[in-house]
């Protein structure tokens, strides 16, 4: 699943060329995606200009002039296409202006596309219990101590709660976590404020090296320009089960089973 360094790069990339510009043209190819496209999409999305795009934990946001915004998430395999030279089975929701054409290619369909009015857009219920941006000003240690606070679950589980913090993917919570010295093992209300204080910080530098880098290109993840990420050439720990730590202390990557999901860490430099 793109996580939120492959969203951001996504927006980034769409902004380059949708941003200030009219849309005259929406397609739908088909009715829906994980879930009915909105009824009034097309219509509410045709002569609106776009005012500017962001995003919200691993949801992308399109703004417009009308004070409506369009919501879209990637699910499983989506990508946004920009000028492709061919059209393709999957391309679901087509927006073209002027001068381009943005395709919504989701060959497994478990993505997603919303219509909010602006104002509302925190208050809608999938964004109104996210917690803190990781790399907002809200990501701090003080906000992690409290959230932690007399908690025994393990801290890579309640890294990966929305609640807690928004966004953050199993990915870049391995690789923070290992940055900043930590088992993904231990109860989050046991690790210290010394700890959190190197997290902080590890978890923005990992997600804005791959931002830099252009997203993990993990499975189908692939940049709107189509270009591939290369951040997956620098993981340390994530996939890395029984090679070396690359800190030269004599370890091994260990995997565990965390909620159903893997876990990788060094067990001689993560405490």
């Not at 995003?55 to 992308?60: E, I, M, S």
């Not at 964004?127 to 801290?155: C, D, S, V, Y």
């Not at 720990?237 to 060094?266: A, H, M, T």
Request: glycine share 10%.
């Amino acid at each position: 699943m793109p996580e939120l360094p492959e969203v951001e790069t996504t927006v980034r990339g769409l902004a380059a060329f949708l941003e200030g510009e009219t849309i005259v043209r929406v397609t739908q190819n088909r009715p829906d995606l994980r879930r009915p496209f909105p009824p009034d999409l097309v219509q509410a999305l045709t002569g609106a200009k776009v005012t500017s795009l962001g995003r919200r934990a691993k949801y992308g946001l399109i703004h417009t002039d009308r004070d409506r915004t369009m919501v879209f998430h990637l699910g499983m395999s989506g990508r946004w296409r920009i000028d492709p030279e061919r059209a393709e089975k999957h391309d679901h929701l087509v927006i073209e202006t002027a001068g381009h054409r943005f395709t919504l290619n989701d060959a497994r369909r478990f993505g997603s596309v919303d219509l909010i009015d602006t104002p509302s857009l925190e208050s809608w219920p999938a964004f109104a219990a996210l917690g803190p941006e990781p790399l907002g000003p809200g990501l701090t240690t003080a906000h992690l101590k409290a959230a932690f606070a007399g908690r025994k679950q393990a801290i890579k589980l309640l890294l990966l709660d929305q609640r807690i913090v928004a966004g953050l993917g199993n990915i870049y919570v391995c690789e923070a976590l290992f940055r900043a010295g930590i088992d993904p093992r231990k109860a989050a209300g046991r690790v210290s404020r010394a700890k959190l204080e190197l997290l902080v910080p590890a978890i923005r530098e990992v997600l804005e090296q791959s931002i830099v880098d252009g997203g993990s290109t993990l499975r189908d993840y692939a940049r709107p320009d189509g270009e591939l990420g290369y951040f997956a050439t620098r993981f340390a720990v994530y996939g890395r089960e029984d090679q070396p730590c690359l800190q030269g202390d004599g370890g091994k990557i260990r995997r565990v089973v965390q909620g159903g999901r893997s876990s990788w860490f060094c067990p001689r430099c993560q405490r």
